[in-house]
Structure formats: structure tokens, C-alpha cells
């Protein structure tokens, strides 16, 4: 069926290092993996998103990386800063009918230490 | 920058009762999308609507529940009778217009506890 798993599911960084979260979806047919960033009682908010056509993408302290073969990808955040600390999710888009709802990976709480 | 917006923000109601959870999304979008998330797990779909039909539904939307778009701003989710399982923050997101559809922008969210 169509699943993301997602690890690690906590991280906890010291500031100013790197950050990594990986996740691996199952449906060939996604196109489409957004990130994800929700602070505690708030709306998820999107950080960074990937096509299937593109294999890496940055933004500023943020990049993302797709292996469509090993149907991995990957978020990177550089630089940690403590307001970075939050759940970030990461999603594969299925496509179906005319509309694609998003699959989402079980989440990682990331912690950024001053 | 517009947003999805959801009302009421925090729903309290008793297990067999009503509700309705209000979302107006963005407005030139044209693909609107309820998801739950029970506290402290993934987020997980629900339903996707497009040109005033479903689209899509996941084994979660039984028939407790529907979804309208009584106008046109307004896009709604019904929980008919609701249970205890049902307590969960449910999401409102939409993406569009037509080609654009990709990214899914997400409301504050309606927290709903029942009793």
C-alpha cells in the first residue's frame, strides 16, 4: 500500500550543526515530496518541496535530495539555529483521479540546543 | 500572503453529536483536502474534493462523513455522530488553480475533543 517511513524520529542537534532526516515512500508513481514544519499547536507550514524530475533542491540553510531509484529523499538543514526546532514531516504526493493527496511520513522532532 | 483559514480553532462535543468544521481556502484554488492528525502522530488524508464532487476518500471517511462546498468560499466536513476516535486536529489544506495543483497549502486546524 502506499506508505512514507520516515527516520529518525527524534533529533537532536547542537546549533550551528547539520541536520538530516530521510525518508523512503513505496509508490513508484509519486511525483511530488513536499517537507513539512509544524511548531507545537500550529498548522503544518511548507519549508521546501521536491519534483520527481529534479534531484536536489536548496534554499538557503534548507536542501532536499531525491533518489527516485532508491525511492529515498532527504532533508538537510544546515546551520541549525534553536527557532529550527520543531516536527518536520515529510510527504510523497500519490496521485489519483483528478486530485493527489499527500502521504505523510510519522514525523521528526528535531531539537536545536543553544 | 493568503491562507487557509478554519473555524472554530477548538470543538468540544459529546460522542453521538453533530458537528461541522468550517474551512475557507485560498481563493483561486480549486482542490481542497481534509486530513486528521491524532495527537502525537502523522498527519493522515481523509478526503480530497475537486469541481464539487469527491475525489477521493481513505478508509478513515466512512459514512459518518461528508464534505460540502455550500458556496463558494466555504468547503465543510460533517462528522454525523461522532466517537471518542474521532478526537483528532483536522486540517482544511488547498492547492490550484488548475496546473498548480501540487502544493498543498494548510489551515490553523480544528482541534476536536469528544466526550
Known amino acids: 500500500g502506499e506508505n512514507v517511513e520516515q527516520h529518525p524520529s527524534t533529533l537532536s542537534v547542537q546549533e550551528g550543526d547539520s541536520a538530516v532526516i530521510k525518508c523512503t515512500y513505496s509508490d513508484s508513481a509519486s511525483n511530488y515530496f513536499p517537507w513539512y514544519k509544524q511548531e507545537l499547536g500550529k498548522r503544518p507550514q511548507l519549508i521546501i518541496d521536491i519534483r520527481s524530475n529534479v534531484g536536489e533542491k536548496k534554499d538557503q540553510r534548507i536542501a532536499v535530495t531525491l533518489n527516485k531509484t532508491a525511492k529515498h529523499f532527504s532533508l538537510h538543514i544546515t546551520e541549525t539555529q534553536p527557532e529550527d526546532s520543531a516536527v518536520y514531516f515529510c510527504a510523497a504526493r500519490v496521485f489519483s483521479g483528478n486530485t493527489g493527496k499527500l502521504i505523510f511520513g510519522q514525523g521528526t522532532t528535531l531539537q536545536v540546543k543553544p | 500572503e493568503p491562507e487557509v483559514t478554519q473555524t472554530p480553532s477548538h470543538q468540544v462535543t459529546q460522542m453521538g453529536q453533530e458537528v461541522i468544521l468550517r474551512c475557507v481556502p485560498i481563493?483561486?484554488?480549486?482542490?481542497f483536502y481534509w486530513y486528521r492528525q491524532i495527537l502525537g502522530q502523522k498527519v493522515e488524508f481523509l478526503v480530497s474534493f475537486y469541481n464539487n464532487e469527491i475525489s477521493e476518500k481513505s478508509e478513515i471517511f466512512d459514512d459518518q462523513f461528508s464534505v460540502e462546498r455550500p458556496d463558494g468560499s466555504n468547503f465543510t466536513l460533517k462528522i454525523r455522530s461522532t466517537k471518542l476516535e474521532d478526537s483528532a486536529m483536522y486540517f482544511c489544506?488547498?492547492?490550484?488553480?488548475?496546473?498548480?495543483?501540487?502544493?498543498?497549502?494548510f489551515g490553523p486546524g480544528t482541534r476536536l475533543l469528544v466526550l
Open positions: 489544506a488547498s492547492s490550484g488553480p488548475q496546473g498548480y495543483q501540487e502544493t498543498q497549502y
Open positions: 481563493s483561486n484554488h480549486l482542490y
